[in-house]
Each structure stands twice: as structure tokens, then as C-alpha cells.
């Protein structure tokens, strides 16, 4: 049972344009939903956060947007570079609950230059 | 300084051997993980342990055996490897429970069964 679904599998985007990545779920008792970015050859790595007290978080050309009413999270990559490309997977844990993060399928993205 | 380490790196083996993984992280961290991620991607986790106790033990085989000496080490012993157990193997720490807490990964490493 997939408890994030996350689209597109993978995205074209030309350089400068918007880059945007949806996910979605189902357990309203998810309160935490972190974005990780994957290189080639390397470890995801946490690029953005957000919690659902909040309706958008910003961090650079990064944004996490948040519907909660519609169990919907999505991200924003404003004037996508070629070093964006990369695999980026959202994913939503529960606090109280144990350690456990779950992860979308990932999307990769690959900026055109 | 390399926050979480693992080694090998590559792992290359035939099918039925026994073959471990180790990892280590520098980062004082209490909570430490480990992660497969096959050919499409998917990442999932399969362990956790939080100051050497075992907390999330995920439906994975038996054969797959998490170890950890010291909070800083969790090593991943796999006994009679399978095909189907290629995939790429990723060490993660976090501070504190890392349900709410960054996981810092470690580099992966590539376990190819022939």
C-alpha cells in the first residue's frame, strides 16, 4: 500500500522555468513532510520541510506549497538550473508515532540548458 | 569530514554468500537506519535503532540481520544472498527520532548478487 503518491515520474523543464512536483496521501495523521534531493551516486539529502500548520514554506527558489484539506503537497522549483536536476522524493511521517519516514517513488527531473 | 560513512561502496558477490555492510556516523547522532532502494528508485526503509535499541524492523527477511556495537556503527549482515536483494543499500543518522529530525545519509552501497 503506497501512502504517498508522488507524480510525475519524471519531469523535463528548460532552463528558468518552474519545476513543479506533487504529492499526495491519505493518513491524515501525518504531520511532517520533508522533500529530499538525490544526486547520481549519492545519499538523498533533506532540502525542504514543512509542517501542516502552515499553508507554504520558502526557502530560496525552493517552495513547498500545502493543501491540507486535500491531503496535497507539492513542490516548487522557481528558475530551475541544470544543477537541479537531480531525483527529488517527498515524504510525511507521523511524530508520535516511530521513526518512520515514508517516502514517494521519487521524480526525476533533469533541467535542459 | 564525512558525516555518515558506509563501506563498501560496491559489493559484488554470487548468490548464496554471506556479506555485510558497515556504517558509521561522526555526528553524535542518537538514531541510526538503513534503506534499500531498487532499480526503480523506491526507497524504503528496512531498519532502525535509537542508542543501540532496535525500534523499526520493517517486513524484511530474516536473512537480514542489523547489527550496531556503539551508537555510532549499524552494520547490515546478509546472509545467503538472493538476486533479488540488488539493490542500492543506504546508511542514515538522525539527532533524535527522526520522524520529525533531518536524516543525514550516508554515500550508498551497490550490491549487485550475481
Known amino acids: 500500500q503506497q501512502q504517498v503518491k508522488q507524480s510525475p515520474q519524471s519531469l523535463i523543464v528548460q532552463k528558468g522555468g518552474i519545476s513543479i512536483i506533487n504529492c499526495a496521501y491519505e493518513?491524515?495523521?501525518?504531520?511532517?513532510f520533508p522533500w529530499y534531493q538525490q544526486f547520481p551516486g549519492k545519499g538523498p539529502a533533506l532540502l525542504i520541510a514543512?509542517?501542516?500548520?502552515?499553508s507554504e514554506k520558502k526557502e530560496g527558489r525552493f517552495t513547498i506549497s500545502f493543501n491540507k484539506s486535500a491531503k496535497q503537497f507539492s513542490l516548487h522549483i522557481m528558475d530551475s538550473q541544470p544543477g537541479d536536476s537531480a531525483t527529488y522524493f517527498c515524504a510525511a511521517s507521523i511524530y508520535w508515532e516511530d521513526d518512520k519516514i515514508i517516502f514517494g517513488k521519487g521524480t526525476r527531473l533533469h533541467i535542459l540548458p | 569530514d564525512t558525516a555518515v560513512s558506509q563501506t563498501p561502496k560496491y559489493l559484488v558477490t554470487q548468490m548464496g554468500n554471506d556479506k555485510s555492510i558497515k556504517c558509521e556516523q561522526n555526528l553524535g547522532h542518537d538514531t541510526m537506519y538503513w534503506y534499500k532502494q531498487d532499480s526503480k528508485k523506491f526507497l524504503k526503509i528496512m531498519f532502525s535503532y535509537n542508542n543501540k535499541e532496535l525500534i523499526i524492523n520493517e517486513t524484511v527477511p530474516n536473512r537480514f540481520s542489523p547489527k550496531s556495537p556503539d551508537k555510532a556503527h549499524l552494520n547490515l549482515h546478509i546472509n545467503s544472498l538472493e538476486l533479488g536483494d540488488s539493490a542500492v543499500y543506504f546508511c542514515a543518522s538522525s539527532q533524535v527520532s527522526g520522524s520529525r529530525d533531518e536524516q543525514f545519509f550516508g554515500p550508498g552501497t551497490r550490491l549487485t548478487v550475481l
Open positions: 493518513n491524515t495523521a501525518f504531520d511532517y
Open positions: 514543512i509542517r501542516p500548520d502552515v
